[in-house]
């Protein structure tokens, strides 16, 4: 079934085309969730919150750019709104500098697979988890991560940094980890 006919299907009501269309996406949309809970029963409740999201405003997707981005939209933003909710990032402390963060060791990342990468993303402070997320892989700016978190950009900057070497750490830890096993 191509995606405008399944849009027009789930307009409609056709729960087979619901179903499949949460088949299609679903399975994206829960690593994106994935990556902003804490743990994995957070994640299956911002995935089936965001569906709900999802199919109540259908209706308002315009058919401008892929849908699969504006379901990614709609479900980045159901995650945001559900930590701003519990108030996870009201912890966030601004710097008046970011630190410079130097990469000492290049090879670390191509040594990692992506579920430990997950992993270590997973196991970072929210605020950090955040922010991480919505700049080095969403690819929003920190002017609008500011925006959307209702923080000041140095703020998110600084959450960023500070993230970066939260997993640099780990990654470093963890290698020196690996090359004692050998």
């Known amino acids: 079934m191509d995606e405008k006919q399944l849009l027009k299907d789930c307009l409609k009501g056709d729960v087979k085309a619901q179903k499949h269309f949460y088949e299609q996406f679903a399975p994206k949309m829960y690593g994106v969730c994935l990556r902003y809970a804490k743990d994995r ?7 089936q919150e965001a569906f709900v999201k999802v199919f109540t405003r ?10 699969e981005g504006w379901v990614r939209r709609v479900v980045v933003n159901c995650c945001l709104e559900q930590l701003r909710k519990s108030d996870i990032l009201k912890y966030s402390i601004e710097l008046n500098y970011a630190h410079q963060i130097t990469d000492t060791d290049a090879n670390i990342s191509e040594q990692i697979h992506a579920t430990q990468l997950l992993e270590h993303i997973r196991s970072l402070p929210p605020g950090f988890r ?19 978190l209702q ?32």
């Open 41 to 47: 029963s957070t994640a299956e409740d911002y995935l």
């Open 58 to 67: 259908l209706k308002s997707y315009r058919s401008e750019g892929s849908l």
């Open 130 to 148: 955040t922010v991480f997320n919505l700049f080095a892989i969403e690819g929003y700016s920190h002017k609008e991560i500011a925006g959307l």
């Open 151 to 182: 923080i000041s950009e140095g703020t998110s900057k600084s959450q960023y940094a500070r993230a970066r070497v939260w997993l640099q750490h780990k990654l470093e830890k963890e290698s020196s980890i690996e090359n004692d096993r050998a």
